[in-house]
């Protein structure tokens, strides 16, 4: 059994591996391998960076827009009473 290296299970707890390495690592996880549940445990812990607040911004505005394409339109209850994105209508 060939493990990940540690470098490997990093950046899969980052997202930043690819999908065919996910579904690599996801199956050797599955087959119950203690050493690298140890690393992925311990690796768990350490605080990455901070993430600025403007970072989600563009992730909150992608799910928006994809719920929106889900969502039938329409009229809001805010827009019914008046209200708009500026304040409140009158």
């Given at each position: 059994m060939e493990h990940p290296t540690q470098e490997t299970l990093q950046k899969f707890l980052l997202g930043q591996t690819t999908r065919t390495e996910?579904?690599?690592?996801?199956?050797?996880?599955?087959?119950?391998?203690p050493p690298c549940a140890a690393i992925l445990e311990t690796l768990w812990k350490i605080p990455g960076p901070p993430i600025p607040p403007e970072a989600y911004d563009p992730a909150l505005d992608r799910f928006e827009q994809e719920l929106r394409k889900l969502m039938p339109?329409?009229?809001?209850?805010?827009?019914?009473?008046g209200v708009s994105a500026g304040g409140r209508g009158g």
């Open positions: 996910n579904r690599t690592i996801v199956r050797h996880l599955l087959a119950r391998c339109q329409q009229e809001s209850p805010l827009s019914r009473a």
